[in-house]
T-cell receptor, first 115, second 113 residues
Framework: GAVVSQHPSRVICKSGTSVKIECRSL??????MFWYRQFPKQSLMLMAT?????????EQGVEKDKFLINHASLTLSTLTVTSAHPEDSSFYIC???????????FGPGTRLLVL | QKEVEQDPGPLSVPEGAIVSLNCTYS??????FMWYRQYSRKGPELLMY??SSGNKEDGRFTAQVDKSSKYISLFIRDSQPSDSATYLC?????????????WGLGTSLAVNP
């Protein structure tokens, strides 16, 4: 149980284009989903927290107009990196949690490379 | 002082060894403690979750929490090469912080055959 999928697993795009990453909870309803960014050999950096049907809460320093998050249903959240630049290249990981639980279940991650 | 401290290692042990991984934390309001395992280029996988002081065992893994010392540990018995990964501790409070987890840096473990 508690399986989270993420798509695509890898994407290469040109600078200036937008990229959408999907995160789905496959066998449970996720009241809250989280988006993280991870650089090589570093820990997870929380970008934003989203609750179904509400606007996402962004961490300090994360541009909400650049990283658009939509959490339209209890099983799907999307992260759109708008006008991507090479410095946006990173490993993006989503996680999901059930109501009243602190544990988070992670997707496999999306590796983004912006040329 | 960081809220959660974790030695990044790397830690290298021979197959079959007992591995001890540790984190310390500063806020006594933290009540929920998790250990995740992350293989290279993969998302983290939940290994252990506990919210009380003491030990919790699951197979070869034992999670230990000492709230008085603000110290948590993960022990791996009979370590295998497949245990080679980065181990992250994650801690949460229930103080209405939107259920965010505070993460350690992760300890890189290599188990050598």
């Amino acid at each position: 149980g508690a399986v989270v999928s993420q798509h695509p697993s890898r994407v290469i795009c040109k600078s200036g284009t937008s990229v959408k990453i999907e995160c789905r909870s496959l066998d449970f309803q996720a009241t809250t989903m989280f988006w993280y960014r991870q650089f090589p050999k570093q820990s997870l950096m929380l970008m934003a927290t989203s609750n179904e049907g509400s606007k996402a809460t962004y961490e300090q320093g994360v541009e909400k107009d650049k990283f658009l998050i939509n959490h339209a249903s209890l099983t799907l959240s999307t992260l759109t990196v708008t006008s991507a630049h090479p410095e946006d290249s990173s490993f993006y990981i989503c996680s999901a949690s059930l109501a009243r639980q602190e544990t988070q279940y992670f997707g496999p991650g999306t590796r983004l490379l912006v040329l | 002082q960081k809220e959660v401290e974790q030695d990044p290692g790397p830690l290298s042990v021979p197959e079959g060894a007992i591995v001890s991984l540790n984190c310390t934390y500063s806020n006594s309001a933290f009540q929920y403690f998790m250990w995740y395992r992350q293989y290279s280029r993969k998302g983290p996988e939940l290994l252990m979750y506990t919210y009380s002081s003491g030990n919790k065992e699951d197979g070869r893994f034992t999670a230990q929490v000492d709230k008085s010392s603000k110290y948590i540990s993960l022990f791996i018995r009979d370590s295998q090469p497949s245990d080679s990964a980065t181990y992250l501790c994650a801690i949460a409070s229930n103080a209405g912080n939107n259920r965010k987890l505070i993460w350690g840096l992760g300890t890189s473990l290599a188990v050598n055959p």
